[in-house]
């Protein structure tokens, strides 16, 4: 039996379910980083914090779409399961570095303006 339509829903869901999520507390509480930039023009932090979430989720959704073609055929439920395990490791780890990345120039920009 092959087990890749299934593997590939639940890790979507995941996915998905991670994306959004982190996305939108990245969003609420980011806004609060490009205020502190740009302390004159709410309007402008705004849509400078929604391109912001715009790229964060292309980036996201490209990777898991190119992620998926890569997978070897799944025949058993432990292969499935440490597929899905595997690859969602890889996107926390992606998303993890990709915040570390933002902090770090975020406040590297706010120490050279002060």
Same mark, same amino acid.
């Given at each position: 039996?092959?087990?890749?339509?299934?593997?590939?829903?639940?890790?979507? +869901? #995941?996915?998905?379910?991670? &994306? %959004?999520?982190?996305?939108?507390?990245?969003?609420?509480?980011?806004?609060?980083?490009?205020?502190? +930039?740009?302390?004159?023009?709410?309007?402008?932090?705004?849509? #400078?914090?929604?391109?912001?979430?715009?790229?964060?989720? +292309?980036?996201?959704?490209?990777?898991?779409?190119?992620?998926?073609?890569?997978?070897?055929? %799944?025949?058993?439920? +432990?292969?499935?399961?440490?597929?899905?395990?595997?690859?969602?490791?890889? &996107?926390?780890? #992606?998303?993890?570095?990709?915040?570390?990345?933002?902090?770090?120039?975020?406040? =590297?920009? #706010? =120490? =050279?303006?002060?």
């Amino acid at each position: 039996m092959n087990f890749n339509l299934l593997t590939y829903s639940i890790y979507l +869901l #995941i996915t998905a379910l991670i &994306i %959004i999520k982190v996305g939108f507390i990245c969003y609420k509480n980011g806004n609060i980083f490009v205020t502190n +930039l740009i302390p004159n023009d709410k309007e402008f932090c705004t849509r #400078i914090n929604k391109m912001l979430l715009v790229g964060y989720y +292309l980036i996201n959704i490209g990777y898991v779409v190119i992620s998926l073609s890569d997978w070897k055929k %799944i025949n058993s439920f +432990l292969q499935m399961v440490e597929s899905i395990s595997k690859h969602t490791a890889i &996107i926390i780890s #992606i998303l993890a570095l990709l915040h570390y990345f933002n902090l770090f120039w975020i406040t =590297k920009f #706010i =120490k =050279k303006i002060k």
